[in-house]
């Protein structure tokens, strides 16, 4: 996980828009994010929500717009069906989010028999100076201690008994596994579709504290409300394509559109009070003073055009760490 030393946006999509048998579900949406933003997604089935994620992970190609993603960091993905491997242990599994750890240890390890095959003392100082690498770069990274941190995961997600081949496991089972999966593999950006579903009330309590404690960015699609409570920093509602930033969590939310709602139902009382009386003036026939008569009708077809313009509105969001 490569931590800037400074704010930074680490990923950008201009005017994206994506349709599925031509329904566009996402419209012109134009986002930026920081690292270190945690970011919860809410709209209605069939919204988006998905396909957004999908864009966002580089797995869907098929949209319009351009995306952007800073070199260098990297990108996990909880899809709503996870793969994994045919044949393979729940723990061999699981050990695959450590596997660029394990690496490490390895071919340190392996220093270890090249320093006492090396044929001369050049050959041997460059052993060892490749050796001192690999344990700065172990220790940067606390690959010593991963065997524990496999156990912490599997354990706290309730994944099944170690030695269990996949291959006939639940949908949830195979869920709680690639959840364990990537949260040890730790990418920069983490986006997880229903990272709760399947989930005990325990194990969502530790993956709350963990997200917590999560240096990268998390965006993340669920209908839990008390998860998004607990996590979000910022909420991207998508609405009818468009992507609507609020920042704060899920009752940050409500409290807000609230206020919002009732603003624009007040705004939307007085324009459809103006409206019906320009209605009841123009059916009225008056002609007498057509300068002022056009002038009139003009505005009522202005007012009539507002609520066109307001769902034609670009949103350009950038959403900062935190």
């Given at each position: 996980m490569a931590k800037p030393e400074e704010p930074k946006i680490i990923f950008s999509m201009m005017r994206v828009?994506?349709?599925?048998?031509?329904?566009e579900i996402l419209r012109d949406i134009s986002l930026s994010?920081?690292?270190g933003a945690k970011i919860g997604v809410l709209g209605f089935n069939g919204s988006g929500k998905s396909s957004l994620m999908r864009i966002l992970a580089g797995r869907d190609t098929e949209f319009d717009g351009h995306v952007h993603f800073e070199p260098g960091y990297t990108v996990g993905l909880l899809e709503q069906e996870p793969q994994l491997a045919a044949g393979?242990?729940?723990?061999?599994?699981?050990?695959?989010?450590?596997?660029?750890?394990?690496d490490l240890t390895a071919a340190y390890d392996a220093t270890w028999d090249e320093i006492g095959a090396a044929a001369d003392d050049v050959?041997?100082?460059?052993?060892?100076?490749?050796?001192?690498?690999?344990?700065?770069e172990i220790d940067r990274l606390g690959a010593w201690d991963v065997a524990p941190q496999v156990e912490m995961a599997m354990d706290a997600l309730r994944c099944p008994s170690a030695d269990q081949v996949v291959d006939h496991l639940s949908g949830g089972e195979k869920r709680r596994i690639a959840l364990a999966r990537l949260l040890l593999k730790k990418p920069d950006i983490l986006l997880l579709d229903e990272p709760t579903?399947?989930?005990?009330?325990?194990?969502?309590?530790?993956?709350?504290?963990?997200?917590?404690?999560?240096?990268?960015?998390?965006?993340?699609?669920?209908h839990d409300r008390y998860f998004l409570d607990n996590?979000?920093?910022w909420i991207l509602e998508l609405d009818h394509g468009h992507g609507i930033p609020w920042k704060?969590?899920?009752?940050?939310w409500l409290e807000q559109k609230h206020a919002r709602s009732t603003v624009q139902q007040k705004t939307e009382d007085r324009r459809q009070k103006a409206m019906a009386r320009e209605l009841e003036w123009i059916r009225s026939g008056a002609k007498a003073r057509q300068a002022?008569?056009?002038a009139r009708i003009n505005a009522y077809e202005s007012m009539l055009k507002e609520n066109v313009a307001e769902t034609e509105r670009e949103f350009e969001i950038i959403i900062p760490a935190g």
């Open positions: 828009s994506k349709k599925i048998e031509r329904k994010f920081y690292y393979k242990t729940v723990r061999e599994c699981v050990e695959e989010g450590v596997k660029h750890l394990t050959e041997r100082d460059a052993i060892t100076e490749k050796q001192a690498k690999l344990q700065e579903n399947h989930l005990d009330a325990e194990s969502v309590q530790w993956l709350e504290q963990h997200l917590s404690r999560y240096a990268g960015t998390i965006i993340a699609v669920t996590v979000a920093k704060g969590n899920y009752s940050g002022k008569g056009q």
